[in-house]
Protein backbone atom coordinates (compact mmCIF):
# COMPACT_ATOMS: atom_id res chain seq x y z
CA UNK A 1 0.00 0.00 0.00
CA UNK A 2 1.14 3.26 -0.81
CA UNK A 3 0.80 6.36 1.97
CA UNK A 4 1.31 9.68 1.26
CA UNK A 5 2.16 11.89 4.94
CA UNK A 6 0.64 15.69 4.03
CA UNK A 7 2.66 17.98 6.82
CA UNK A 8 5.81 15.59 7.38
CA UNK A 9 7.93 17.77 8.56
CA UNK A 10 5.88 18.98 11.80
CA UNK A 11 5.74 17.70 15.46
CA UNK A 12 3.06 14.73 14.49
CA UNK A 13 4.43 14.14 11.46
CA UNK A 14 8.10 13.11 11.92
CA UNK A 15 6.83 10.70 14.47
CA UNK A 16 4.24 9.00 12.50
CA UNK A 17 6.26 8.94 8.94
CA UNK A 18 8.87 6.82 11.19
CA UNK A 19 5.88 4.67 12.64
CA UNK A 20 4.49 3.99 9.51
CA UNK A 21 8.42 3.27 7.73
CA UNK A 22 8.38 0.32 9.98
CA UNK A 23 5.71 -1.68 8.83
CA UNK A 24 5.76 -4.23 6.19
CA UNK A 25 3.92 -3.96 3.04
CA UNK A 26 3.85 -0.16 3.00
CA UNK A 27 5.15 2.09 1.03
CA UNK A 28 5.55 5.29 2.76
CA UNK A 29 5.64 9.37 0.81
CA UNK A 30 6.30 12.45 2.48
CA UNK A 31 4.82 16.02 1.73
CA UNK A 32 5.34 19.25 3.46
CA UNK A 33 5.53 22.74 2.11
CA UNK A 34 9.53 23.31 3.03
CA UNK A 35 11.67 22.85 0.45
CA UNK A 36 14.02 19.62 2.61
CA UNK A 37 12.47 17.19 4.27
CA UNK A 38 13.04 16.64 8.04
CA UNK A 39 12.07 12.70 8.32
CA UNK A 40 14.56 10.15 7.23
CA UNK A 41 16.61 10.56 4.14
CA UNK A 42 15.37 7.05 3.16
CA UNK A 43 11.76 8.38 2.77
CA UNK A 44 11.05 9.70 -0.49
CA UNK A 45 9.86 13.53 -0.29
CA UNK A 46 8.52 16.15 -1.99
CA UNK A 47 7.22 20.02 -1.64
CA UNK A 48 3.44 20.30 -1.97
CA UNK A 49 1.51 22.79 -2.98
CA UNK A 50 -1.92 22.05 -2.97
CA UNK A 51 -3.53 25.14 -4.61
CA UNK A 52 -2.44 23.28 -7.99
CA UNK A 53 -4.20 20.73 -9.13
CA UNK A 54 -1.79 19.74 -11.19
CA UNK A 55 0.68 19.02 -9.15
CA UNK A 56 -1.42 16.86 -6.54
CA UNK A 57 -2.71 14.60 -9.26
CA UNK A 58 0.95 14.38 -10.55
CA UNK A 59 2.02 13.23 -6.82
CA UNK A 60 -1.17 11.34 -5.61
CA UNK A 61 -1.51 9.47 -8.44
CA UNK A 62 -0.32 6.17 -7.16
CA UNK A 63 -1.50 6.95 -3.54
CA UNK A 64 -3.69 4.57 -1.81
CA UNK A 65 -4.52 6.36 1.72
CA UNK A 66 -3.22 10.09 2.88
CA UNK A 67 -2.79 11.55 6.17
CA UNK A 68 -3.68 15.13 5.76
CA UNK A 69 -2.08 16.78 9.03
CA UNK A 70 -1.52 20.26 7.07
CA UNK A 71 -2.63 23.07 9.15
CA UNK A 72 -1.27 26.55 8.71
CA UNK A 73 -2.50 28.13 12.54
CA UNK A 74 -3.52 27.48 15.99
CA UNK A 75 -5.96 28.04 17.84
CA UNK A 76 -5.36 32.04 18.80
CA UNK A 77 -4.07 32.74 15.50
CA UNK A 78 -7.35 33.30 13.53
CA UNK A 79 -9.38 34.52 16.81
CA UNK A 80 -9.17 38.25 15.63
CA UNK A 81 -9.27 37.40 11.80
CA UNK A 82 -11.52 34.09 11.31
CA UNK A 83 -10.84 34.43 7.55
CA UNK A 84 -7.42 33.07 8.09
CA UNK A 85 -9.01 29.63 9.10
CA UNK A 86 -11.04 29.59 5.38
CA UNK A 87 -8.08 30.52 3.54
CA UNK A 88 -5.67 28.53 5.16
CA UNK A 89 -7.08 25.56 6.09
CA UNK A 90 -10.45 25.58 4.52
CA UNK A 91 -9.85 25.87 1.09
CA UNK A 92 -6.79 24.39 1.04
CA UNK A 93 -8.35 20.98 1.65
CA UNK A 94 -11.21 21.29 -0.88
CA UNK A 95 -9.14 21.75 -3.89
CA UNK A 96 -7.09 18.71 -2.29
CA UNK A 97 -10.07 16.36 -2.15
CA UNK A 98 -12.00 17.84 -5.19
CA UNK A 99 -8.51 16.59 -6.92
CA UNK A 100 -8.11 13.60 -5.02
CA UNK A 101 -11.07 11.95 -5.89
CA UNK A 102 -10.15 11.68 -9.44
CA UNK A 103 -7.82 9.37 -8.21
CA UNK A 104 -7.01 6.14 -6.94
CA UNK A 105 -7.05 7.56 -2.85
CA UNK A 106 -8.97 4.95 -0.81
CA UNK A 107 -8.91 6.83 2.24
CA UNK A 108 -8.17 10.45 3.88
CA UNK A 109 -7.01 10.36 7.24
CA UNK A 110 -7.67 14.03 9.20
CA UNK A 111 -6.14 15.30 12.63
CA UNK A 112 -8.78 17.13 13.97
CA UNK A 113 -8.66 18.62 17.46
CA UNK A 114 -10.62 17.21 20.33
CA UNK A 115 -9.57 20.37 22.10
CA UNK A 116 -11.59 22.39 19.93
CA UNK A 117 -14.66 20.91 18.32
CA UNK A 118 -16.73 19.74 21.35
CA UNK A 119 -16.46 23.25 23.28
CA UNK A 120 -16.29 23.79 26.59
CA UNK A 121 -17.23 20.83 28.54
CA UNK A 122 -18.51 19.64 32.19
CA UNK A 123 -18.30 15.90 31.54
CA UNK A 124 -16.98 13.25 29.54
CA UNK A 125 -17.44 13.83 25.61
CA UNK A 126 -17.26 10.46 23.39
CA UNK A 127 -17.17 10.75 19.60
CA UNK A 128 -20.92 11.02 19.22
CA UNK A 129 -21.13 13.93 21.37
CA UNK A 130 -22.61 17.28 20.71
CA UNK A 131 -19.84 19.86 19.11
CA UNK A 132 -19.74 23.11 20.19
CA UNK A 133 -16.48 24.81 19.34
CA UNK A 134 -16.27 28.49 19.70
CA UNK A 135 -13.13 29.61 18.29
CA UNK A 136 -12.69 29.33 14.49
CA UNK A 137 -10.13 27.45 14.47
CA UNK A 138 -12.57 24.40 15.71
CA UNK A 139 -15.39 25.41 13.93
CA UNK A 140 -13.19 24.96 10.48
CA UNK A 141 -11.86 21.61 11.95
CA UNK A 142 -15.49 20.73 12.15
CA UNK A 143 -16.01 21.81 8.37
CA UNK A 144 -13.55 19.82 7.27
CA UNK A 145 -14.72 16.67 8.83
CA UNK A 146 -18.09 17.21 7.30
CA UNK A 147 -16.44 17.74 4.40
CA UNK A 148 -14.97 14.53 4.38
CA UNK A 149 -18.40 12.98 4.33
CA UNK A 150 -19.22 15.07 1.73
CA UNK A 151 -16.80 13.23 -0.43
CA UNK A 152 -17.72 10.08 0.80
CA UNK A 153 -21.13 10.32 -0.09
CA UNK A 154 -19.96 11.92 -3.32
CA UNK A 155 -17.00 9.68 -4.26
CA UNK A 156 -16.67 7.21 -2.00
CA UNK A 157 -13.52 8.03 -0.43
CA UNK A 158 -13.47 6.35 2.88
CA UNK A 159 -12.17 8.64 6.07
CA UNK A 160 -10.61 8.51 9.56
CA UNK A 161 -10.97 10.91 11.60
CA UNK A 162 -8.75 11.33 14.55
CA UNK A 163 -9.79 14.13 17.42
CA UNK A 164 -6.25 14.66 19.05
CA UNK A 165 -6.14 15.84 22.76
CA UNK A 166 -2.87 18.03 23.63
CA UNK A 167 0.01 16.05 22.48
CA UNK A 168 3.89 16.77 24.12
CA UNK A 169 6.90 14.76 23.32
CA UNK A 170 10.12 15.12 21.89
CA UNK A 171 10.90 17.27 18.74
CA UNK A 172 8.09 19.94 19.27
CA UNK A 173 8.13 23.57 17.96
CA UNK A 174 6.83 25.88 20.46
CA UNK A 175 7.66 29.18 18.46
CA UNK A 176 4.02 28.84 17.42
CA UNK A 177 2.30 28.73 20.64
CA UNK A 178 1.20 25.07 21.03
CA UNK A 179 2.36 22.60 23.29
CA UNK A 180 1.98 23.80 27.14
CA UNK A 181 4.13 21.06 28.48
CA UNK A 182 6.98 21.56 26.24
CA UNK A 183 6.92 25.30 26.79
CA UNK A 184 7.22 24.57 30.04
CA UNK A 185 9.71 22.82 30.50
CA UNK A 186 11.46 24.57 27.56
CA UNK A 187 11.21 27.80 29.86
CA UNK A 188 12.19 26.24 33.06
CA UNK A 189 15.79 25.00 31.26
CA UNK A 190 15.95 28.51 29.23
CA UNK A 191 14.27 31.09 31.83
CA UNK A 192 14.00 29.76 35.07
CA UNK A 193 9.91 30.71 34.76
CA UNK A 194 6.69 29.84 33.37
CA UNK A 195 3.90 31.71 32.34
CA UNK A 196 0.31 30.22 33.80
CA UNK A 197 -2.80 31.44 32.16
CA UNK A 198 -5.56 32.19 34.68
CA UNK A 199 -5.97 30.54 37.64
CA UNK A 200 -4.56 27.09 36.64
CA UNK A 201 -7.67 24.94 36.49
CA UNK A 202 -8.17 24.60 33.20
CA UNK A 203 -8.62 20.87 32.39
CA UNK A 204 -6.99 19.27 29.54
CA UNK A 205 -6.05 15.83 28.26
CA UNK A 206 -2.20 15.01 27.53
CA UNK A 207 -0.76 12.84 25.28
CA UNK A 208 2.83 11.18 24.38
CA UNK A 209 3.82 12.28 20.27
CA UNK A 210 4.81 8.47 19.81
CA UNK A 211 1.79 7.13 21.45
CA UNK A 212 -0.36 9.41 18.67
CA UNK A 213 1.88 8.18 16.12
CA UNK A 214 1.26 4.62 17.13
CA UNK A 215 -2.40 4.83 17.04
CA UNK A 216 -2.63 6.53 14.18
CA UNK A 217 -1.07 4.07 12.45
CA UNK A 218 -4.36 1.89 13.06
CA UNK A 219 -5.57 3.02 9.62
CA UNK A 220 -2.85 1.70 7.56
CA UNK A 221 -3.73 -1.88 9.34
CA UNK A 222 -7.22 -1.86 9.13
CA UNK A 223 -9.67 -1.99 6.70
CA UNK A 224 -9.14 0.41 4.30
CA UNK A 225 -13.01 0.28 2.75
CA UNK A 226 -14.46 1.72 6.73
CA UNK A 227 -14.66 4.81 7.86
CA UNK A 228 -14.21 5.93 11.55
CA UNK A 229 -13.81 8.79 14.18
CA UNK A 230 -12.37 8.43 17.26
CA UNK A 231 -11.19 10.73 20.05
CA UNK A 232 -7.28 9.92 20.50
CA UNK A 233 -6.39 10.84 24.33
CA UNK A 234 -4.56 9.01 27.26
CA UNK A 235 -6.34 8.65 30.51
CA UNK A 236 -4.24 11.77 31.87
CA UNK A 237 -6.37 14.27 31.92
CA UNK A 238 -5.16 16.85 34.56
CA UNK A 239 -5.40 20.35 35.03
CA UNK A 240 -2.38 23.02 34.41
CA UNK A 241 -1.37 23.24 38.55
CA UNK A 242 -1.71 19.08 38.31
CA UNK A 243 1.37 19.23 35.29
CA UNK A 244 3.31 21.75 37.20
CA UNK A 245 3.40 20.07 40.31
CA UNK A 246 4.57 16.88 38.26
CA UNK A 247 6.93 18.88 36.45
CA UNK A 248 8.75 20.18 39.94
CA UNK A 249 9.18 16.28 40.49
CA UNK A 250 10.83 15.57 37.34
CA UNK A 251 13.38 19.13 36.71
CA UNK A 252 16.21 19.92 38.72
CA UNK A 253 15.67 23.60 38.30
CA UNK A 254 14.16 25.65 40.42
CA UNK A 255 11.65 28.16 38.54
CA UNK A 256 9.39 30.89 39.38
CA UNK A 257 5.45 30.62 38.22
CA UNK A 258 4.08 34.12 37.13
CA UNK A 259 0.26 34.23 36.65
CA UNK A 260 -1.62 35.98 33.63
CA UNK A 261 -4.81 36.46 32.81
CA UNK A 262 -7.19 34.02 31.27
CA UNK A 263 -7.09 33.93 27.24
CA UNK A 264 -10.31 33.84 25.70
CA UNK A 265 -9.44 31.52 22.69
CA UNK A 266 -8.36 28.90 25.29
CA UNK A 267 -10.69 26.43 26.31
CA UNK A 268 -11.95 26.06 30.10
CA UNK A 269 -12.47 22.57 30.47
CA UNK A 270 -12.46 19.12 28.03
CA UNK A 271 -12.36 16.00 29.07
CA UNK A 272 -11.96 13.21 26.62
CA UNK A 273 -13.97 9.62 26.10
CA UNK A 274 -10.96 7.57 24.49
CA UNK A 275 -12.92 3.77 25.01
CA UNK A 276 -13.26 3.49 21.06
CA UNK A 277 -9.71 3.98 20.43
CA UNK A 278 -8.77 1.56 23.58
CA UNK A 279 -11.45 -1.27 21.71
CA UNK A 280 -9.92 -0.60 18.62
CA UNK A 281 -6.39 -1.20 19.71
CA UNK A 282 -6.76 -3.44 23.02
CA UNK A 283 -2.99 -3.91 23.45
CA UNK A 284 -2.46 -0.43 23.06
CA UNK A 285 -0.73 0.98 26.57
CA UNK A 286 -0.16 4.80 27.51
CA UNK A 287 3.22 6.12 28.54
CA UNK A 288 2.50 7.52 31.83
CA UNK A 289 2.50 11.02 32.06
CA UNK A 290 5.23 10.83 34.76
CA UNK A 291 7.51 9.11 31.84
CA UNK A 292 6.90 11.12 29.22
CA UNK A 293 7.53 14.40 31.01
CA UNK A 294 10.72 12.69 32.01
CA UNK A 295 11.92 11.98 28.46
CA UNK A 296 10.75 15.37 26.95
CA UNK A 297 12.58 16.66 29.71
CA UNK A 298 16.06 14.78 29.42
CA UNK A 299 15.61 15.41 25.55
CA UNK A 300 14.97 19.19 25.61
CA UNK A 301 17.72 19.54 27.96
CA UNK A 302 20.01 17.39 25.96
CA UNK A 303 18.95 19.41 22.58
CA UNK A 304 19.66 23.19 24.86
CA UNK A 305 23.43 22.61 25.90
CA UNK A 306 23.73 21.55 22.64
CA UNK A 307 22.71 24.87 21.17
CA UNK A 308 24.80 26.72 24.27
Do not use: C
Not at 42 to 67: S, W
Not at 233 to 254: A, G, P, R
Request: hydrophobic share 35%; aromatic share 10%.
Amino acid sequence: MNIAVIGANGFIGKHLVARLSSLQSVNVFAFDISDKSSVDPKIPYKKNDLADPEKVHADFANIDLVYYLASATIPATSWNNAHIELEDNLVPFLNFGYTVSKLKVKKIVFLSSAGTIYGSTTQKVDETSDKNPFSPYGIVKLTIENFLRYFKTRNGINYDIYRISNVYGEGQNTSKGLGLINTLLEKIIIEGKIKVFGNGETLRNYIYVKDVAELLSLSATSDITSSSTYNISSDDSLTINQIVDIIKNTVSEKFEIINEETRLSDNSAIDLDNSKIKKAVPAFKFTAITKGIAQTYSYIKANSQKQN
